[in-house]
C-alpha cells in the first residue's frame, strides 16, 4: 500500500522536525509550484510534496474517471498519501481547489489534520442567487475550451508518446519541460470536477483551525469569496495578502511564507 | 517607443510580475481599441477575456514564472467595446530587468482558429465514439458477468436464508421444549422438602441459572437470524428511534439515571425496527458497562458527508451522501485490541457480566444491512466511542457515464 501510494501520487519527503507540513497543489500544475515556499520552512518542519493523480508526474495508470469527476476522489488521494507515510495532526496547506479538497478530506478524517492553510479558497466559483462566486457557467465553458486549444500540440506529440513508451527517460524529461501540461482529457476533467464544484455547505463541517490567505485583485477567488469562506468556517482566520493575483506564492513568496510562519509561530 | 516597434505586424506588451502593464505598441492599440494612456500602469487582465483571466491564472503565470518563457499559447483578448480577439501569444520572463519583464506578443489568428476549431471537434467527436465504444464493450463484458455472479449470489443466499430460517425455528420450538423441561425439573427438585439434600438443591439452582442462560441466548440467536425478515424500508426519523430505544433500554435495565444528548440527526432511509435494535443495543451495552460511580452520559452527534457507494466493487466510485453518527458513552471502555474482537458473535471482553455477547454482533449485522460502516474508537478510561456511517438512501441510481 505504502509504495504504491508513493509512486501513485508520485510523493516526495523533505527537510526534518516532528511536525508535518503537507503541500497540495492547486488545478493547472503540480508540485514544482511550491518550490519557491518550500526552503523556508524545510529546517524546521517535515515537508511532504505529492502530485494528485492526473497531474505532474503521477502515475497516469491509475487515473479513473469516475473517481476524479468529483473533488471527493481528489480528497482521497489526500487521505491515502496521509495513511500511506502515517501522518497524524498534519498542517495541510493547498491553493486553490486544494483548499476545498482539504476540506473534504478533513471533514471525513479530523484525526489527519492540525492545521488547515487555505490560499484563495472558494466554495463555488458560479455565481448563484445571493452568493457571488465570480463566475457564470459559460465562462467556465470557455475556459475548456481555450485548454482543449491549448493542448492541440500536447495531445498530438507528447501524450501518444509517453503512453506508449512509459520506461523510457528522454521523455520523462520532456515530460518535466512541458511542466504544468497534462493529459489534455483529464485536465478537462480536473477543470470540470473544480469549476462546477459547490461546496458552500461544507463549510460549518469544518472543525480544524484554518488560515484563509485572500490575494488582492484575485479573478479566481475575489473578496467576497474569502470573507464568504471565512465567514462560514468557524475557527478560521482571514489574512489579506498585498499579493495580487491568484497564486500568491508564486508571484509573491516572500509575503506568503511570512503570512504562513505568522501564522505557524504563534502555534508551533 | 520608436516607430518600428509601433508598427510591428503583431501586438506587443511587456508587463511585470504583479500584471502591471509597462509598455504596449500601436498595433495592439489599434486592434483593442484603448488607447496607450488607459492602458499603461493598468492589469493586463484588462485585455482578457474571463475565461483568458482563468487560464493566465491556472496556466499562463505559474508556466512563465517557472519556466521564464511560454510559446504558443492559445488566449483570447477582449477589446473596449467587447470583441473577442483570438490570438496566439510567445512571451519570455527577462529577469535582467528590475522589475522582472514579461515581454508578450500577440498573432491575430481569426481564420486559423476556424481551422482548429473543425479539428478540434472532428478529433473530439472520434475521441467521444472512440471512448463510448470503449466503454460500451466494457460494459457489456461487467453486466454479463455481474448477471452470471448475482444468480450464482441469489442460489447461494436463498440456500442460507432457508437454512438459517430452519434454524430459527429450531431454536425458537424444538430447542425450547427441553430447555422449558430442565427447568420444571430443577424446580421440582429445589420445592421438594423431603428427599432432596441441600447439596443436590444447590446443584438445582446451578441447573437452574444456566437453563436461564441458555434461555437468553436461544432468544439471542433467534434475534439475531430474525432480524433479516424485514425487507421494507422506510423514512427513519434518527432522533425519535434514538430516543424509543433509550426508553426501551431504560425499562429492560431498570436504570433511568443518565443523560443521552443528541444533536439535530438528519432522517435516513432504512429498516426502521433494525435502526431501533441497533441503538437499542448500543445503549443496552453502555448500561450494562457502565462506570458504577459516575451517572452516564451518551452523546450522539451526527454529520452529513460524501462517501463512496461502492464498497467491495473494486475501482468503482459513486461518492453519494452518508450521515456519520458517534455514539460516545463515558463508561470504563474497551481496549483498542478488542476493536473487531468485540463485533464478532459470541465473543465477550467481560466474562464477570451477564452478556452473552449477541448485541454487537447484531448491530454490526444491522449496519452491513444497510451498506455501512462501524468502527470503535475506545480506550481504557475514556469511555467508548462507535462511528457509524450510513447513507442516507437506500437506493442509489447507477452512476452515470461522466461526460466529457
Same mark, same amino acid.
Given at each position: 500500500?505504502?509504495?504504491?501510494?508513493?509512486?501513485?501520487?508520485?510523493?516526495?519527503?523533505?527537510?526534518g522536525g516532528?511536525?508535518?507540513?503537507?503541500?497540495?497543489?492547486?488545478?493547472?500544475?503540480?508540485?514544482?509550484?511550491?518550490?519557491?515556499?518550500?526552503?523556508?520552512?524545510?529546517?524546521?518542519?517535515?515537508?511532504v510534496?505529492?502530485?494528485y493523480?492526473?497531474a505532474?508526474?503521477? &502515475?497516469?495508470?491509475?487515473?479513473?474517471e469516475?473517481?476524479?469527476?468529483?473533488?471527493?476522489?481528489?480528497?482521497?488521494?489526500?487521505?491515502?498519501?496521509?495513511?500511506? $507515510?502515517?501522518?497524524?495532526?498534519?498542517?495541510?496547506?493547498g491553493h486553490?481547489?486544494?483548499?476545498?479538497?482539504? %476540506?473534504?478530506?478533513?471533514?471525513?478524517?479530523?484525526?489527519? /489534520?492540525?492545521?488547515?492553510?487555505l490560499?484563495?479558497?472558494?466554495? #463555488?466559483?458560479?455565481?448563484h442567487?445571493?452568493?457571488?462566486?465570480?463566475?457564470?457557467?459559460?465562462?467556465?465553458? =470557455?475556459?475548456?475550451?481555450?485548454m482543449?486549444?491549448n493542448?492541440i500540440?500536447?495531445?498530438?506529440?507528447?501524450?501518444?508518446?509517453?503512453?506508449?513508451?512509459?520506461?523510457k527517460?528522454?521523455?520523462?524529461?520532456?515530460?518535466?519541460?512541458? !511542466?504544468?501540461?497534462?493529459?489534455?482529457?483529464?485536465?478537462?476533467?480536473f477543470a470540470?470536477?473544480? /469549476?462546477?464544484?459547490?461546496?458552500?455547505?461544507d463549510?460549518?463541517?469544518?472543525?480544524?483551525?484554518s488560515?484563509?490567505l *485572500?490575494?488582492?485583485?484575485?479573478?479566481?477567488?475575489?473578496?467576497?469569496v474569502?470573507d464568504?469562506?471565512?465567514?462560514h468556517? =468557524?475557527?478560521?482566520?482571514?489574512?489579506?495578502?498585498?499579493?495580487?493575483?491568484?497564486?500568491?506564492?508564486?508571484?509573491?513568496?516572500?509575503?506568503?511564507?511570512?503570512?504562513?510562519?505568522e501564522?505557524?509561530d504563534?502555534?508551533? | 517607443m520608436n516607430?518600428?516597434?509601433d508598427?510591428?505586424? #503583431?501586438?506587443?506588451v511587456?508587463? @511585470?510580475d504583479?500584471?502591471?502593464?509597462?509598455?504596449v505598441?500601436?498595433?495592439l492599440?489599434?486592434?483593442?481599441?484603448?488607447?496607450?494612456?488607459?492602458?499603461?500602469?493598468?492589469?493586463?487582465?484588462?485585455?482578457?477575456?474571463?475565461?483568458?483571466?482563468? !487560464?493566465h491564472?491556472?496556466?499562463?503565470f505559474? $508556466? %512563465?514564472?517557472?519556466?521564464?518563457?511560454?510559446?504558443e499559447?492559445?488566449?483570447?483578448?477582449?477589446?473596449k467595446?467587447?470583441?473577442?480577439?483570438?490570438?496566439?501569444?510567445?512571451?519570455?520572463r527577462?529577469?535582467?530587468?528590475?522589475? !522582472?519583464?514579461?515581454?508578450c506578443?500577440?498573432?491575430?489568428?481569426?481564420?486559423?482558429?476556424?481551422?482548429? *476549431?473543425?479539428?478540434l471537434?472532428?478529433?473530439?467527436?472520434?475521441?467521444?465514439a472512440?471512448?463510448?465504444n470503449?466503454?460500451?464493450?466494457?460494459?457489456?463484458?461487467s453486466?454479463?458477468e +455481474?448477471?452470471?455472479?448475482? @444468480?450464482?449470489? +441469489?442460489?447461494?443466499?436463498?440456500?442460507?436464508?432457508?437454512?438459517?430460517?430452519?434454524?430459527?425455528?429450531?431454536?425458537?420450538h424444538?430447542?425450547?421444549?427441553?430447555?422449558?423441561?430442565?427447568?420444571i425439573?430443577?424446580d421440582?427438585?429445589?420445592?421438594?422438602?423431603?428427599?432432596a439434600?441441600?447439596?443436590?438443591?444447590n446443584?438445582?439452582?446451578?441447573?437452574?441459572?444456566a437453563?436461564?442462560?441458555?434461555k437468553?441466548?436461544?432468544?439471542?440467536?433467534q434475534e439475531?437470524?430474525?432480524? @433479516?425478515?424485514e425487507?421494507?424500508?422506510?423514512t427513519?426519523d434518527l432522533?425519535?428511534?434514538?430516543?424509543?430505544?433509550?426508553q426501551?433500554?431504560?425499562?429492560?435495565h431498570?436504570?433511568?439515571?443518565? =443523560?443521552?444528548?443528541?444533536?439535530?440527526?438528519?432522517?435516513?432511509?432504512?429498516?426502521?425496527?433494525?435502526?431501533?435494535?441497533?441503538?437499542?443495543?448500543?445503549?443496552?451495552n453502555?448500561?450494562?458497562?457502565?462506570?458504577? &460511580?459516575?451517572?452516564? %452520559?451518551?452523546?450522539?452527534e451526527?454529520?452529513?458527508?460524501?462517501?463512496?457507494i !461502492?464498497? /467491495?466493487?473494486h475501482?468503482?466510485?459513486?461518492y453519494?451522501?452518508?450521515?456519520?453518527?458517534?455514539? #460516545?458513552?463515558?463508561g470504563?471502555?474497551?481496549?483498542?485490541e478488542?476493536?473487531?474482537?468485540?463485533?464478532? $458473535? $459470541?465473543?465477550?471482553?467481560?466474562?464477570?457480566?451477564?452478556?452473552?455477547?449477541?448485541g454487537?454482533?447484531l448491530?454490526?449485522?444491522?449496519? @452491513?444491512?444497510?451498506?455501512?460502516?462501524?468502527?470503535i474508537?475506545?480506550?481504557?478510561?475514556?469511555g467508548t466511542?462507535?462511528? %457509524?456511517?450510513?447513507p442516507?438512501t437506500?437506493?442509489?441510481?447507477?452512476?452515470?457515464?461522466? *461526460?466529457?
Amino acid at each position: 500500500m505504502r509504495e504504491t501510494i508513493i509512486k501513485r501520487n508520485n510523493v516526495k519527503v523533505l527537510g526534518g522536525g516532528s511536525k508535518t507540513i503537507l503541500f497540495a497543489h492547486g488545478f493547472g500544475c503540480d508540485q514544482n509550484m511550491w518550490r519557491f515556499i518550500t526552503p523556508a520552512f524545510e529546517s524546521k518542519y517535515k515537508i511532504v510534496l505529492f502530485d494528485y493523480v492526473g497531474a505532474g508526474r503521477s &502515475d497516469l495508470r491509475a487515473y479513473n474517471e469516475e473517481r476524479y469527476s468529483h473533488l471527493n476522489g481528489y480528497a482521497q488521494d489526500v487521505l491515502d498519501v496521509c495513511e500511506a $507515510l502515517n501522518l497524524q495532526r498534519v498542517i495541510f496547506v493547498g491553493h486553490s481547489v486544494s483548499s476545498m479538497i482539504g %476540506i473534504l478530506a478533513a471533514i471525513k478524517k479530523p484525526g489527519f /489534520f492540525s492545521d488547515l492553510i487555505l490560499i484563495g479558497p472558494s466554495p #463555488c466559483y458560479i455565481n448563484h442567487d445571493g452568493y457571488v462566486g465570480g463566475f457564470n457557467s459559460k465562462d467556465i465553458e =470557455d475556459l475548456l475550451d481555450t485548454m482543449d486549444k491549448n493542448y492541440i500540440g500536447w495531445a498530438n506529440f507528447l501524450a501518444p508518446a509517453i503512453m506508449k513508451n512509459p520506461g523510457k527517460p528522454e521523455l520523462a524529461k520532456e515530460l518535466t519541460e512541458s !511542466f504544468c501540461s497534462t493529459d489534455p482529457k483529464i485536465a478537462r476533467h480536473f477543470a470540470r470536477a473544480t /469549476f462546477f464544484s459547490d461546496n458552500r455547505k461544507d463549510l460549518s463541517k469544518v472543525k480544524i483551525p484554518s488560515l484563509i490567505l *485572500q490575494c488582492s485583485d484575485d479573478i479566481i477567488a475575489p473578496y467576497e469569496v474569502g470573507d464568504y469562506v471565512h465567514e462560514h468556517i =468557524d475557527s478560521s482566520t482571514l489574512k489579506v495578502l498585498k499579493a495580487t493575483g491568484h497564486c500568491p506564492h508564486m508571484s509573491h513568496p516572500e509575503e506568503t511564507i511570512a503570512a504562513i510562519q505568522e501564522y505557524l509561530d504563534s502555534k508551533y | 517607443m520608436n516607430h518600428q516597434f509601433d508598427v510591428l505586424p #503583431c501586438g506587443y506588451v511587456a508587463f @511585470d510580475d504583479a500584471g502591471t502593464i509597462v509598455s504596449v505598441n500601436e498595433t495592439l492599440v489599434s486592434w483593442i481599441g484603448f488607447s496607450k494612456d488607459e492602458l499603461a500602469g493598468a492589469n493586463i487582465e484588462k485585455i482578457f477575456t474571463v475565461s483568458t483571466r482563468i !487560464f493566465h491564472n491556472t496556466h499562463f503565470f505559474p $508556466l %512563465i514564472k517557472l519556466q521564464s518563457k511560454v510559446n504558443e499559447v492559445f488566449l483570447t483578448l477582449k477589446g473596449k467595446d467587447g470583441t473577442d480577439l483570438p490570438v496566439l501569444a510567445n512571451a519570455i520572463r527577462n529577469t535582467d530587468t528590475s522589475p !522582472f519583464t514579461i515581454h508578450c506578443v500577440f498573432m491575430l489568428v481569426e481564420e486559423r482558429k476556424k481551422f482548429e *476549431q473543425e479539428l478540434l471537434n472532428a478529433r473530439r467527436d472520434a475521441e467521444d465514439a472512440l471512448t463510448q465504444n470503449k466503454r460500451l464493450v466494457e460494459l457489456t463484458g461487467s453486466l454479463q458477468e +455481474y448477471s452470471v455472479e448475482l @444468480d450464482k449470489q +441469489y442460489r447461494s443466499q436463498k440456500k442460507i436464508t432457508e437454512n438459517l430460517l430452519q434454524f430459527s425455528k429450531i431454536i425458537s420450538h424444538d430447542l425450547q421444549e427441553p430447555i422449558r423441561k430442565i427447568q420444571i425439573f430443577a424446580d421440582m427438585i429445589m420445592r421438594d422438602t423431603g428427599g432432596a439434600d441441600q447439596k443436590n438443591k444447590n446443584l438445582a439452582t446451578k441447573i437452574q441459572s444456566a437453563a436461564e442462560r441458555l434461555k437468553a441466548l436461544t432468544a439471542g440467536l433467534q434475534e439475531y437470524i430474525e432480524v @433479516d425478515a424485514e425487507r421494507l424500508y422506510r423514512t427513519v426519523d434518527l432522533n425519535e428511534v434514538v430516543n424509543l430505544a433509550a426508553q426501551k433500554a431504560s425499562r429492560a435495565h431498570g436504570y433511568s439515571d443518565f =443523560d443521552l444528548q443528541t444533536d439535530q440527526m438528519p432522517n435516513i432511509e432504512g429498516y426502521a425496527a433494525q435502526i431501533e435494535l441497533l441503538f437499542f443495543h448500543l445503549i443496552d451495552n453502555a448500561m450494562k458497562f457502565r462506570d458504577p &460511580d459516575k451517572r452516564l %452520559i451518551l452523546k450522539v452527534e451526527s454529520l452529513v458527508l460524501e462517501e463512496n457507494i !461502492f464498497r /467491495f466493487t473494486h475501482e468503482r466510485y459513486k461518492y453519494v451522501p452518508h450521515v456519520r453518527i458517534r455514539f #460516545c458513552d463515558n463508561g470504563p471502555g474497551i481496549r483498542n485490541e478488542y476493536r473487531n474482537y468485540v463485533f464478532q $458473535l $459470541l465473543r465477550k471482553v467481560d466474562h464477570t457480566t451477564t452478556g452473552i455477547g449477541l448485541g454487537l454482533p447484531l448491530v454490526k449485522k444491522i449496519v @452491513d444491512n444497510h451498506a455501512g460502516e462501524i468502527k470503535i474508537d475506545s480506550g481504557i478510561g475514556s469511555g467508548t466511542c462507535f462511528e %457509524i456511517v450510513l447513507p442516507l438512501t437506500m437506493t442509489q441510481a447507477p452512476s452515470a457515464p461522466v *461526460q466529457t
